[in-house]
C-alpha cells in the first residue's frame, strides 16, 4: 500500500482547502454527526449498494454493509453507505435490462460528483453487476466488487431445485398436466428459500463469476453462498482493500485488459455460462477501451469443453460448487487456456490467486477427460436473417436440431405467442421454426428475457420438449433449448427478422455457423421497400432517451455517449 500524503487524496478537495467552500463540506460532515478526525487524512469509501424492499437476491446486503464498514475503518479508512437503484430482477418490468445503463450512469455520476476515494460496488442480481462495474470503470474511480453470493439449493418434497432451470421444466410438465395446483404452490415456498441470487448458472453466477476472473473480486468470492458466515468475513475483506486500492489509486482500468477479457470469455465457456454475458462483457470492455467483438466469442469458445456440472447445463447447484473448491480451484482445470498473468484487485496476478486453489469434488468440477458436455457452449451464427450475427448455445440445444430447416410461424409479440401456443389446435409440428420478433434493445423494449419461446402446448403433449425458436430478445441464463438469440438488427429497426413471413423456410447449420431464410435478396429488398417501421414504444421519459441512443446486442446495448473510454475532468469545487 502507498500511503500517499493526505492532501493527495480525492476528498480531500472537499474537505483540505482553507476557504469558504470547504467551511461549508466540513460543517456538514458535522451535521452527519462526524467529527473532522473522522475523516481527516482517509479514503472515503463509498459503499453502492443495490438494495431496496424489494431487492429479493439482496436482503443480505444491509448486514453486509455493516461488515464492509467494519473493513474500512479497520484499515484506516472512513465508509459512507451509497444507496443505488437494485434492480431486483424478477420484480422490475418491462425487464431490468431497459434499466441496466441507468444504474451504471447513476453508479458513475454518484462517484464522480462525490467526495469519495474508492467504492466498494455490492451487487449480484443479474444487471446489477455490470452496471456497477460499468459505472466505477467510467468513473475511474479505485473499486472492488463485493458479489452478493449464491442463495442455498432449492427443496420440494425431497428433490432439489434450481432457480429458474427447474421451473422451466416443471413449468412445462404442468402445462402437460402432470404437476397439480397443490404442487406448484409448494415449489413456489422452495425454491428461494435464503438470501443471495439464482444459485444455477444463470446471468448473476455468470457476470459474478465472470468479474472475479476479470480480476475485479478478491479471489473465491464469489462462489460464497450469501448464507454463509465467509461472505460476511469477505465483506469485510473488500472493505480493507477498497482503503488500499484508494491509497494505491489502483482503478479498474488498470486492471483490466485484453487477456482479461479473453479469460472471461473462455472461463464463461467452461462454465457453460449465460448468452447474457456476452452483451455485458463487450459493454464492459468498450468502457475499458478494449475493442471486444462478437466473433472473439466464437473463436475462444469452441473446443473448450464444459466442466461445471451446474443446472442448466449439468445437475448441481453453486451451493455444491463452493464445497467443491468453488472458482479459483475450478480455474485451476482450464489453467493452461489462461493468461495467469492478468493483474487482480487484490494485487496478485490470476495464476498467484489460484495457485493453492484445490478441487475436492470431482462431480461437480470436471476433469478434462469427463466434462459435462464437448459441444460448443457458444456459437455466433450470420447469415441473412442476422448479418451482424447472433447466438446460440448449442451445447443446450436437442442434437438434432444443430443442422435443421423446418417452416417458419412468426409473431410480432409476446402476446399474441402466448396465446397462439396455448391453442391445442394450432398449425405446428415439430419441425416448425418458432419466431417472435420486435424484442430487442429497442422492441422489447429493454431486449427481455424471452428467448426459451414456450413450446405449443400440441407439441407438449406429443411429448416434444425442443424445437427451434430464434428471437431479437435475450434469454435468461437458466434457460435452455435450441434457442437462437440476440440476432442483429433486430426488427423494430428494420432487420431481417422484420422481413420474414409465417411459412417462410428457415435453415440453420450450427457446425457452419449459418442462420438464414431460404428468400432471394430481390424478394428480401422488395419486403423491405413495403416495411413500415412500428410506433416508438416511448413518447417521453427515460425510455424515449434509451431508445435513442441504445445499441444494438453485437456492441453491447450500451447508449452511445457512454460507451467510450476516457476520462472525464474532475468537478470543480466552487
Ligand atoms: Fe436475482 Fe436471479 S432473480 S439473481
Given at each position: 500500500m502507498n500511503q500517499r500524503d493526505k492532501s493527495t487524496l480525492r476528498s480531500h478537495r472537499w474537505f483540505g482547502a482553507a476557504d469558504l467552500r470547504s467551511f461549508g463540506h466540513r460543517s456538514r460532515i458535522r451535521q452527519l454527526g462526524f467529527d473532522l478526525e473522522d475523516i481527516d487524512g482517509k479514503p472515503i469509501i463509498a459503499i453502492i449498494n443495490t438494495w431496496s424492499g424489494l431487492a429479493h437476491c439482496h436482503g443480505h446486503f444491509p448486514a453486509r454493509v455493516e461488515s464492509i464498514k467494519r473493513g474500512v475503518l479497520e484499515a484506516g479508512g472512513f465508509p459512507v453507505e451509497i444507496p443505488v437503484m437494485a434492480l431486483p430482477e424478477n420484480f422490475v418490468k418491462p425487464t431490468t435490462m431497459l434499466y441496466r445503463n441507468l444504474l451504471a450512469m447513476e453508479v458513475e455520476e454518484n462517484l464522480r460528483s462525490l467526495p469519495v476515494d474508492g467504492a466498494v460496488l455490492m451487487g449480484g442480481c443479474d444487471k446489477t453487476t455490470p452496471a456497477t462495474l460499468m459505472g466505477a470503470i467510467s468513473a475511474g474511480i479505485p473499486a472492488i466488487f463485493m458479489p452478493a453470493g449464491p442463495m442455498l439449493r432449492g427443496n420440494w418434497g425431497g428433490k432439489i431445485l434450481g432457480s429458474g432451470s427447474d421451473i422451466w421444466k416443471y413449468w412445462d410438465e404442468k402445462r402437460a398436466g402432470t404437476i397439480t395446483e397443490a404442487q406448484w404452490s409448494e415449489m413456489e415456498s422452495g425454491i428461494a428459500r435464503s438470501d443471495g441470487v439464482c444459485m444455477t448458472m444463470g446471468t448473476a453466477m455468470t457476470m459474478t463469476s465472470l468479474a472475479e476472473v476479470l480480476g475485479?473480486?478478491?479471489?473465491?468470492?464469489?462462489?460464497?453462498?450469501?448464507?454463509?458466515s465467509s461472505h460476511a468475513r469477505m465483506a469485510t475483506a473488500c472493505g480493507r482493500r477498497a482503503v488500499e486500492l484508494a491509497w494505491d489509486d489502483r482503478r479498474l482500468t488498470d486492471i483490466l485488459t485484453p487477456a482479461s477479457f479473453d479469460n472471461a470469455i473462455i472461463a464463461s465457456a467452461a462454465l457453460a455460462g449465460s448468452t447474457n454475458a456476452i452483451i455485458h462483457l463487450i459493454a464492459l470492455a468498450r468502457r475499458a477501451g478494449i475493442p471486444l467483438a462478437l466473433d472473439r466469442f466464437d473463436q475462444l469458445s469452441t473446443?473448450?469443453?464444459?466442466?461445471?456440472?451446474?443446472?442448466?447445463?449439468?445437475?448441481?447447484l453453486m451451493e455444491d460448487f463452493f464445497y467443491a473448491g468453488g472458482l479459483t480451484a475450478f480455474l485451476t482445470r482450464i489453467a493452461e487456456r489462461l493468461d495467469l498473468t492478468a493483474a487482480t484487485v487484490n494485487g496478485h496476478t490470476l495464476g498467484e490467486n489460484i495457485a493453492t486453489a484445490t478441487i475436492w469434488n470431482d462431480d461437480v468440477i470436471r476433469p478434462l477427460d469427463r466434462p459435462v458436455a464437448t459441444a460448443d457452449g457458444l456459437a455466433v451464427l450470420r447469415g441473412n436473417l442476422a448479418p451482424n450475427g447472433c447466438v446460440m448455445k448449442p451445447a443446450a440445444a436437442a442434437p438434432h436440431l444443430l443442422k435443421h430447416q423446418g417452416p417458419a410461424l412468426v409473431f410480432d409479440d409476446y402476446d399474441s405467442m402466448a396465446r397462439a401456443v396455448a391453442d391445442p389446435d394450432l398449425d405446428v409440428t415439430a419441425d416448425t421454426v418458432l419466431v417472435l420478433r420486435n424484442?430487442?434493445?429497442?422492441g422489447g423494449p429493454g431486449m427481455?428475457?424471452?428467448?426459451?419461446l414456450p413450446i405449443p402446448v400440441k407439441l407438449l403433449k406429443q411429448g416434444v420438449r425442443d424445437m427451434l425458436r430464434i428471437s431479437d430478445s435475450r434469454m435468461s441464463g437458466t434457460s435452455y433449448g435450441a434457442c437462437i438469440l440476440?440476432?442483429?438488427?433486430?426488427?423494430?429497426?428494420?432487420?431481417?427478422?422484420?422481413?420474414?413471413?409465417?411459412g417462410d423456410v428457415i435453415e440453420l447449420d450450427v457446425a457452419a455457423r449459418r442462420i438464414s431464410v431460404r428468400l432471394s435478396d430481390a424478394e428480401l429488398d422488395s419486403r423491405r421497400a413495403a416495411w413500415v417501421p412500428p410506433a416508438p414504444r416511448y413518447a417521453r421519459g427515460y425510455g424515449a432517451m434509451a431508445a435513442a441512443h441504445i445499441g444494438q446486442a453485437d456492441t453491447g446495448c450500451d447508449f452511445d455517449f457512454l460507451q467510450q473510454a476516457g476520462v472525464i475532468a474532475e468537478p470543480a469545487i466552487h
Amino acid at each position: 500500500m502507498n500511503q500517499r500524503d493526505k492532501s493527495t487524496l480525492r476528498s480531500h478537495r472537499w474537505f483540505g482547502a482553507a476557504d469558504l467552500r470547504s467551511f461549508g463540506h466540513r460543517s456538514r460532515i458535522r451535521q452527519l454527526g462526524f467529527d473532522l478526525e473522522d475523516i481527516d487524512g482517509k479514503p472515503i469509501i463509498a459503499i453502492i449498494n443495490t438494495w431496496s424492499g424489494l431487492a429479493h437476491c439482496h436482503g443480505h446486503f444491509p448486514a453486509r454493509v455493516e461488515s464492509i464498514k467494519r473493513g474500512v475503518l479497520e484499515a484506516g479508512g472512513f465508509p459512507v453507505e451509497i444507496p443505488v437503484m437494485a434492480l431486483p430482477e424478477n420484480f422490475v418490468k418491462p425487464t431490468t435490462m431497459l434499466y441496466r445503463n441507468l444504474l451504471a450512469m447513476e453508479v458513475e455520476e454518484n462517484l464522480r460528483s462525490l467526495p469519495v476515494d474508492g467504492a466498494v460496488l455490492m451487487g449480484g442480481c443479474d444487471k446489477t453487476t455490470p452496471a456497477t462495474l460499468m459505472g466505477a470503470i467510467s468513473a475511474g474511480i479505485p473499486a472492488i466488487f463485493m458479489p452478493a453470493g449464491p442463495m442455498l439449493r432449492g427443496n420440494w418434497g425431497g428433490k432439489i431445485l434450481g432457480s429458474g432451470s427447474d421451473i422451466w421444466k416443471y413449468w412445462d410438465e404442468k402445462r402437460a398436466g402432470t404437476i397439480t395446483e397443490a404442487q406448484w404452490s409448494e415449489m413456489e415456498s422452495g425454491i428461494a428459500r435464503s438470501d443471495g441470487v439464482c444459485m444455477t448458472m444463470g446471468t448473476a453466477m455468470t457476470m459474478t463469476s465472470l468479474a472475479e476472473v476479470l480480476g475485479l473480486t478478491l479471489p473465491g468470492a464469489t462462489s460464497i453462498p450469501a448464507a454463509d458466515s465467509s461472505h460476511a468475513r469477505m465483506a469485510t475483506a473488500c472493505g480493507r482493500r477498497a482503503v488500499e486500492l484508494a491509497w494505491d489509486d489502483r482503478r479498474l482500468t488498470d486492471i483490466l485488459t485484453p487477456a482479461s477479457f479473453d479469460n472471461a470469455i473462455i472461463a464463461s465457456a467452461a462454465l457453460a455460462g449465460s448468452t447474457n454475458a456476452i452483451i455485458h462483457l463487450i459493454a464492459l470492455a468498450r468502457r475499458a477501451g478494449i475493442p471486444l467483438a462478437l466473433d472473439r466469442f466464437d473463436q475462444l469458445s469452441t473446443g473448450v469443453p464444459v466442466l461445471a456440472n451446474i443446472r442448466p447445463s449439468g445437475a448441481f447447484l453453486m451451493e455444491d460448487f463452493f464445497y467443491a473448491g468453488g472458482l479459483t480451484a475450478f480455474l485451476t482445470r482450464i489453467a493452461e487456456r489462461l493468461d495467469l498473468t492478468a493483474a487482480t484487485v487484490n494485487g496478485h496476478t490470476l495464476g498467484e490467486n489460484i495457485a493453492t486453489a484445490t478441487i475436492w469434488n470431482d462431480d461437480v468440477i470436471r476433469p478434462l477427460d469427463r466434462p459435462v458436455a464437448t459441444a460448443d457452449g457458444l456459437a455466433v451464427l450470420r447469415g441473412n436473417l442476422a448479418p451482424n450475427g447472433c447466438v446460440m448455445k448449442p451445447a443446450a440445444a436437442a442434437p438434432h436440431l444443430l443442422k435443421h430447416q423446418g417452416p417458419a410461424l412468426v409473431f410480432d409479440d409476446y402476446d399474441s405467442m402466448a396465446r397462439a401456443v396455448a391453442d391445442p389446435d394450432l398449425d405446428v409440428t415439430a419441425d416448425t421454426v418458432l419466431v417472435l420478433r420486435n424484442a430487442g434493445p429497442l422492441g422489447g423494449p429493454g431486449m427481455p428475457e424471452w428467448g426459451m419461446l414456450p413450446i405449443p402446448v400440441k407439441l407438449l403433449k406429443q411429448g416434444v420438449r425442443d424445437m427451434l425458436r430464434i428471437s431479437d430478445s435475450r434469454m435468461s441464463g437458466t434457460s435452455y433449448g435450441a434457442c437462437i438469440l440476440h440476432v442483429a438488427p433486430e426488427a423494430f429497426i428494420g432487420g431481417p427478422l422484420a422481413l420474414i413471413r409465417t411459412g417462410d423456410v428457415i435453415e440453420l447449420d450450427v457446425a457452419a455457423r449459418r442462420i438464414s431464410v431460404r428468400l432471394s435478396d430481390a424478394e428480401l429488398d422488395s419486403r423491405r421497400a413495403a416495411w413500415v417501421p412500428p410506433a416508438p414504444r416511448y413518447a417521453r421519459g427515460y425510455g424515449a432517451m434509451a431508445a435513442a441512443h441504445i445499441g444494438q446486442a453485437d456492441t453491447g446495448c450500451d447508449f452511445d455517449f457512454l460507451q467510450q473510454a476516457g476520462v472525464i475532468a474532475e468537478p470543480a469545487i466552487h
